[in-house]
């Protein structure tokens, strides 16, 4: 997954032979959401899809290949993820699921083996993980810091992250890092100041976890601010354990997503509904901590935006499987499966804001995937089962 464009032309193919094509183009099909059109074909054209139809009318091309009766959908769209760390909390997580105390440092546990891993050996997990998660459909990432909380730490790993994605989040902000646990304000400081003048240069997006124990409403706004008036785009983790102030304020700064959203007020509700802010559910995350499960039915139904992804991290939700948390948001959050699929790539576009992925429509790049299924509907219907059968990242097959 790098982040270059792939600017070589590679003439064009036809996928014929889809049984369902999901092109999030409302336009298509039914005019729902998920634009589905039946026996369809699809062009590619260089990285970019260049036509989307039935079959019958696909035109000529230099290449064609038959999707055999099967599924084709967007890419999955991962945007919020944590991929840049070292080591693992097996023991954490064994102790959580025992039902055993367990208080050996969190995440600050993953800081330390952060700090004390080389660059290449951050780059190596990095990559490992990105080969996982496009090997199950994922073929556009957002990923952040957070696991360094030293100027250079912080600003190393975004260095590392921009060389495979554009979707890069500075998040000094994650906790308050060990040296300064007495002194947050300090701490704040540092993040607003020298980190932020060191990190700004290799990321698009700024974050902050504001959540009792982490940053409070004040001094989230304050980071924020500072990283808009640095000409980073604010994001935030908001209102995951606790009700707290995270949403009402990513709703106030335009942020681009308010990420986990489990513990609303309907004035919180209202508020994503009423603005850009997408709701970025993260179902991966209760699953792994026995925790809550978000109300999507809730949001959908007010008429928020929400997107799905992995949250993947070592602590918290450990996997990269957007198609788990598709059948997760399905069985335990109230959604549809076309919602769910619709959140997780569509979804995940917005909450990038982003128009030219997570959708199959000419001129949106040729990130598609090919499910051995004929719908998407299996991907909640069959799940935990490897259904990605190939996946095409800006035109070029990868899978």
């Not at 997580?93 to 290449?120: E, K, L, W």
């Not at 780059?123 to 696991?147: D, I, M, P, V």
Request: proline letters at 5%; aromatic letters at 6%; charged letters at 20%.
């Amino acid at each position: 997954m790098s982040s270059s464009t792939d600017s070589a032309h590679h003439g064009s193919t036809v996928i014929t032979n889809i049984a369902t094509l999901v092109t999030n183009d409302t336009s298509l099909g039914t005019g729902t959401p998920l634009g589905l059109v039946r026996d369809a074909a699809v062009v590619i054209d260089g990285d970019r899809v260049a036509w989307t139809g039935e079959s019958s009318k696909a035109p000529a091309t230099d290449k064609r290949v038959d999707a055999g009766g099967r599924a084709v959908l967007p890419g999955f769209v991962d945007s919020h993820s944590h991929l840049l760390f070292a080591g693992d909390r097996t023991e954490e997580f064994n102790a959580r699921m025992s039902g055993r105390p367990y208080s050996a440092g969190g995440i600050r546990t993953t800081v330390a083996a952060t700090r004390a891993a080389t660059d290449a050996e951050l780059e190596a997990n990095l990559t490992r993980h990105l080969r996982e998660a496009l090997r199950q459909g994922t073929t556009t990432f957002e990923t952040k810091s957070g696991y360094g909380l030293t100027t250079a730490d912080e600003s190393r790993a975004l260095r590392i992250a921009a060389r495979h994605t554009e979707e890069v989040t500075f998040l000094g902000a994650h906790v308050v890092a060990p040296e300064l646990a007495d002194d947050p304000a300090a701490y704040v400081d540092l993040v607003t100041g020298e980190m932020l003048d060191a990190c700004a240069p290799h990321a698009r997006w700024i974050d902050v976890f504001c959540e009792q124990g982490a940053f409070d409403g004040d001094q989230a706004r304050a980071i924020l601010t500072a990283g808009k008036a640095r000409g980073l785009h604010p994001r935030i983790h908001a209102n995951q354990l606790t009700h707290g102030p995270g949403v009402r304020l990513a709703v106030e700064l335009d942020a681009a997503s308010a990420d986990h959203c489990t513990h609303l007020t309907d004035a919180d509700v209202d508020a994503l509904a009423h603005s850009r802010t997408v709701a970025t559910l993260l179902p991966g995350a209760e699953f792994s901590t026995r925790a809550e499960w978000p109300d999507a039915r809730r949001l959908l139904d007010a008429g928020a935006t929400v997107a799905l992804s992995t949250d993947c991290n070592p602590g918290s939700s450990f996997t990269s499987s957007v198609p788990f948390c598709i059948a997760l948001a399905v069985r335990d959050m109230g959604m549809t499966p076309d919602e769910a699929v619709w959140a997780a790539t569509a979804g995940g576009a917005a909450a990038l804001r982003r128009e030219d992925i997570g959708r199959i429509a000419p001129g949106a790049y040729a990130d598609l995937t090919l499910l051995d299924a004929p719908s998407h509907v299996h991907l909640a219907y069959r799940p935990g089962v490897p259904l990605v059968a190939g996946v095409w990242r800006r035109g070029v097959r990868a899978v």
